[in-house]
DNA sequence: AGCAATCGGAACGAATCAGTCCGATTGGAA
DNA sequence: TTCCAATCGGACTGATTCGTTCCGATTGCT
């Protein structure tokens, strides 16, 4: 339950990105300068963030990268999936796939589902927008969750 | 993005060793059989478990293990930590280390804290019993989560 | 006291990930 | 119009982590 590298430093240039906002195209190399992100890998992720349609790439001298849409419909889910692929705890959560042995008689395979989508809707609640705001509330969720991971003692 | 296979594993066994309950107690050679989860993995895991606090074993012959407290008050975020560790997202949630190159500068990182404790509370509101329960809805979740996982359809 | 069955830890192999490099493409300047 | 320079895009290599398997230590029953 750890995020990639990758994704982390994902985040990390986004949010920098999102500083130059709209008005001026970035090229990597001010992204990696300015993040401490080793160049070679901001240029990666600055390539799969643009596959993804994240961030939009002029080629050619004085070319950039910009974001593709305002930052506060970007979400974190968006940038983890653009680099780490879609997001699924287990593979048994895609119906394509049938790779586990039990498939029908797993009892829990059913709340997978669930489960996957609750941790994905945490990560879809956090937009870039969010990561600009007030460090102690990122709050646009709901308040229902404080509870849950504030003790996080979860009794019957 | 994705569980361990491991912590996956853990998760069908400990639901497996809740459907035998307090009754009697099950050796890791029955678990694997009714799981399917090859022997060798399956003694790693209860050793993870018992050490974790969630299973209590006894050795020598006729022994096995037993889950330790009653399935609801056994999280998924329980299962999870027991077996990979602690859930952080990102390495700089842990004050304590200190590895991340720009500590202070960074923008994100004040933000990291209520993302990772977002994504455990998802983990922590479903409880083994809840994976017993209909499948349809496991849920003290909002609603709101819905649309993100409506698509992928369980079958019960 | 002996035996059998169990848990616990250590070593090996495989897969994935992070990082680096080079080629293809594009825009501007002469 | 031609050349050049800077950029994105994909492919390769090394390292770390994960998954699996095996063997030894411990414990309860006979």
Same mark, same amino acid.
């Given at each position: 339950m750890r995020l990639s590298s990758l994704a982390d430093y994902a985040v990390v240039m986004m949010s920098a990105a999102a500083r130059h906002c709209g008005r001026a195209k970035v090229n990597a190399t001010t992204l990696a300068a300015e993040t401490g992100i080793p160049l070679p890998t901001a240029q990666k992720l600055v390539s799969r963030l643009s596959t993804a349609g994240l961030l939009e790439s002029s080629r050619g001298t004085g070319g950039g990268v910009r974001l593709a849409r305002p930052p506060a419909s970007i979400s974190l889910a968006d940038i983890v999936e653009a680099v780490e692929?879609?997001? %699924?705890?287990?593979?048994?959560? !895609?119906?394509?796939?049938?790779?586990?042995?039990?498939e029908g008689a797993c009892q829990v395979r059913p709340h997978m589902g669930v489960v996957n989508g609750a941790v994905r809707g945490a990560l879809a609640a956090v937009s870039l927008a969010d990561l600009s705001r007030a460090p102690a509330k990122a709050g646009a %969720?709901?308040? !229902?969750w404080t509870p849950a991971f504030a003790g996080e003692q979860v009794s019957a």
């Open positions: 692929g879609p997001i %699924q705890m287990t593979t048994c959560v !895609d119906n394509e796939r049938h790779e586990c042995a039990l %969720q709901s308040p !229902d």
